[in-house]
């Protein structure tokens, strides 16, 4: 009801400035850092590469794996190391996100393991971290049909707005959760979508503008993404 | 693991090289490559620091919790020291919980800063016998080129300069941290001390190994000082050091603390 | 006239400059994303790393998009080394079977020398011709599905015992060889040196000392560092001969 003005006076349908940037982890076969605002990751990817043990191996296709995990100093009370539950959840349904755009068929019983690493946390983590994945895997040189951009989405108050903040997620009015809170993946270009997770309470006409709202702002990524692949490094100049 | 890491002939091409004072880049033997240090990188930290020498990189985060002392040091403050050698900074780590290489390089760390009494751990007691402060360090590697556990123990010793007490409340008979909001007092900290890694392949010592030099090594000797005062060594390896080659690896420790030092000194 | 030499020679070093800036910012239009329509058109036929999609060519790689007789490729920036037939490969062997050499050569598959394609004799032992931890410089004989068969029979083939090994993503492999052999027959005559340039991103340099290996070392990371920019061959010829000299 209440909620008119967010509280870092974004637009409702802005999101946080964003940072992108290749190469951040040398030794991988591509990386990459994606920040909305202060929630900060890295994704670095090696790949396709040979899987043991053997009885994992897929002969119809490559094995995606994608490992979540927040620095135990990322968050405001330190997350024990190794991971939680929710990381491992987390992990799984970004490997789903990220499947649809790869063609794993043309690596028959390989890997492609994608290690993602939150480094500074303030709400939308795994967004931020599909997104330094997308990234990380075209640098890999991997064939995808096309990148994959998330955002998350939600109601606060009455309102709907894009990129929410830890504060926005924890909002609450009268005492009560007043915040819902969903997770968006789709493809660039056509906008399917590839992960969607949600909690909290909205009515499906509400949730049909807020993935409306979800598609813009993954318009504006998906072109961050394009603007940070197609820079070449001042390296090579 | 690598072809290049472990083959023989690189091997003998880097014993060669370092017969003749050279490496396989343009570095002598006590030469450290560059020290890039980046404090202040993960806000949510009560104190934090991101260390790249060449191209390895590190990163260091310190959370302060409130929890009850240790029974037989009821008036002092925690330390912890985590390390993780993350799958994502090196093709040859493996996911799962921290192996040996990560157990000795957190315990490492621990040494060098516990023993020197960096951190004084007595100013840190809330309540004697019931509730002290505990300082959580976590280190991780972020990309693997050699001497992971210099850039490790400079990047803890800068995160903990740059730390503030978090703030506290009673509540009832209690104490707890109110996350998230720090005081403007700053760890109670004494002079830092510095750790250099020697590295031996075949009778040949040198500072700062990177990947390569690493994995070709027979033994590494890392040694934490403050001024003159050694308070930690721990050897690794199967090789052995002989008494006089202790003392190079000594003498050789102390030059690659100067450079150290020179990089350190303004966040210090 | 020493003055006027020198201005002119600046003037030159600035126009190859302006030029090779040129090109680049030219390549950089050039460089296509996964999913993105590089050209549209029934006469294009989609080669390596693009699809068809109607009438669309759409790139599936990271990389430089070319198009020659309307045939278009892109040429990726990165990736892993996908063994083919003929490729010259350097790998270290990981385990010994009773017919044969299990070999790393940095490819997502298996790969395995044959005892039979090698010139050894059958013997019992077989790791007294190559053991565990070898360098091997090899061929790509054969390549299934799902494994790689490689082969050190021809002359040149077989293990390295000196010298040193680098390694360069494959993808600058092309670059480091240069057209027609120029940049490595460049970097071998200036610095000296025997080189074996792997397909799959292994180098191998073998020189009369250290200092020349290392060199050339340096003059392939340096290719490798700036693959796109042009006259590459001239710059790293000069840039060795300045250091030959010292």
Redesign the interface.
Same mark, same amino acid.
Request: glycine fraction near 8%; charged fraction near 20%; proline fraction near 8%.
């Given at each position: 009801m209440a909620y008119t003005k967010r509280f870092d006076g974004r637009a409702f349908d802005e999101t946080r400035p964003i940072k992108a940037e290749l190469g951040v982890v040398e030794n991988a076969d591509g990386s990459a850092l994606f920040a909305f605002g202060d929630t900060v990751a890295i994704a670095a990817v090696y790949g396709p590469r040979q899987l043991f043990p053997q009885h994992l191996q897929n002969p119809q296709k490559a094995l995606l794996r994608f490992y979540y995990d927040m620095l135990s100093f990322s968050v405001k009370e330190r997350k024990k190391p190794g991971p939680s539950r929710r990381s491992l959840e987390i992990s799984d349904v970004a490997t789903q996100a990220l499947e649809p755009a790869l063609m794993l068929e043309k690596f028959q019983n390989c890997v492609i393991d994608v290690y993602a690493q939150v480094l500074q946390a303030n709400a939308s983590t795994r967004t931020a971290c599909i997104n330094a994945a997308s990234l990380a895997l075209a640098q890999a040189g991997l064939p995808m049909k096309d990148l994959v951009v998330s955002v998350s989405v939600g109601k606060i108050g009455e309102s709907l707005v894009v990129d929410l903040t830890k504060e926005e997620e924890d909002y609450q009015e009268g005492g009560k959760k007043a915040a819902t809170d969903i997770a968006i993946a789709m493809l660039g270009k056509t906008k399917h979508i590839s992960l969607l997770q949600l909690d909290g309470a909205i009515k499906p006409d509400e949730l049909f503008k807020a993935i409306e709202m979800a598609k813009k702002a993954a318009e504006s990524i998906y072109q961050a993404q394009i603007k940070t692949l197609k820079e070449i490094s001042k390296k090579w100049v | 693991m690598? /072809?290049?890491e472990?083959?023989?002939?690189?091997r !003998?091409?880097i014993i060669? +090289?370092l017969r !003749?004072g @050279?490496r +396989?880049d343009e570095r002598k033997l006590d030469e450290f490559r560059e020290i890039e240090i980046i404090p202040d990188? #993960?806000? !949510?930290?009560?104190g #934090?620091c991101k260390v790249k020498i060449g @191209?390895t /990189?590190v990163?260091a985060? /310190? @959370?302060i919790?409130i929890g009850e002392p240790f029974p037989d040091s009821p008036d002092e403050g925690i330390l912890v020291v985590?390390a993780?050698l993350?799958? +994502? #900074?090196?093709?040859g780590f493996e %996911?799962g %919980?921290?192996g040996i290489d990560a157990i000795e390089l957190a315990r490492a760390v621990d040494r060098g800063i516990r023993e020197s009494g960096f951190i004084d751990l007595k100013k840190l007691c809330i309540e004697e016998g019931k509730k002290v402060y505990s300082i959580?360090i976590?280190i991780?590697s972020?990309?693997?080129?050699g001497n992971l556990v210099d850039a490790s123990f400079l990047a803890s010793v800068i995160a903990l300069k740059r730390s503030f007490l978090p703030k506290i409340e009673k509540a009832y008979d209690d104490y707890r /941290?109110v996350?998230?909001e720090k005081t403007k007092n700053p760890l109670p900290l004494q002079k830092p001390p510095f750790l250099c890694s020697i590295y031996k392949v075949a009778d040949n010592f040198f500072l700062d190994a990177n990947l390569v030099e690493e994995k070709v090594s027979d033994a590494r000797l890392s040694v934490a000082f403050t001024d003159n005062t050694i308070h930690a060594m721990q050897k690794n390896g199967s090789d052995v050091l002989s008494t006089d080659e202790l003392k190079v690896a000594v003498e050789l420790a102390k030059k690659g603390i100067q450079q150290i030092k020179k990089k350190a000194e303004k966040f210090l | 006239m020493q003055k006027k030499i020198k201005e002119e020679k600046e003037i030159t070093e600035k126009a190859i400059e302006k030029q090779a800036e040129k090109e680049q910012k030219e390549k950089q239009k050039l460089i296509v994303v996964p999913g993105e329509t590089i050209v549209s058109g029934m006469d294009y036929l989609a080669g390596e790393g693009c699809i068809r999609e109607g009438k669309d060519i759409v790139a599936i790689k990271y990389g430089l998009a070319t198009i020659e007789n309307n045939l278009v490729k892109v040429i990726p920036l990165g990736g892993t080394y996908m063994p083919r037939v003929d490729n010259v490969v350097i790998g270290q062997v990981v385990d010994i079977t009773f017919n044969g050499w299990i070999v790393d050569i940095f490819s997502p598959y298996q790969s395995f020398l044959p005892l039979a394609e090698t010139t050894a004799r059958p013997r019992q032992d077989i790791s007294e011709y190559f053991d565990i931890g070898d360098i091997l410089v090899m061929k790509v004989k054969a390549v299934q599905p799902r494994s790689v068969t490689l082969t050190a029979k021809e002359k040149g083939l077989g293990k390295v015992t000196s010298g040193l090994i680098t390694r360069v993503s494959p993808v600058r492999v092309a670059r480091i060889i240069g057209k027609k052999g120029s940049m490595i027959a460049t970097i071998k005559e200036v610095t000296k040196t025997k080189i074996v340039v792997g397909q799959n991103g292994l180098i191998w340099i073998k020189g009369e000392n250290a200092e020349s290996e290392l060199l050339a070392k340096e003059a392939i990371e340096l290719v490798a560092e700036n693959p796109l920019l042009d006259g590459l061959t001239e710059k790293v010829k000069e840039y060795l001969e300045k250091k030959v000299k010292k």
């Open positions: - | 690598g /072809v290049i472990t083959s023989k002939i690189m !003998n091409t060669g +090289l !003749n @050279k +396989l990188i #993960s806000k !949510n930290a009560e #934090s @191209k /990189v990163m985060g /310190v @959370k919790d985590n993780e993350l799958p +994502l #900074s090196y093709a %996911p %919980p921290p959580f976590d991780y972020i990309n693997h080129d /941290v996350y998230g | -």
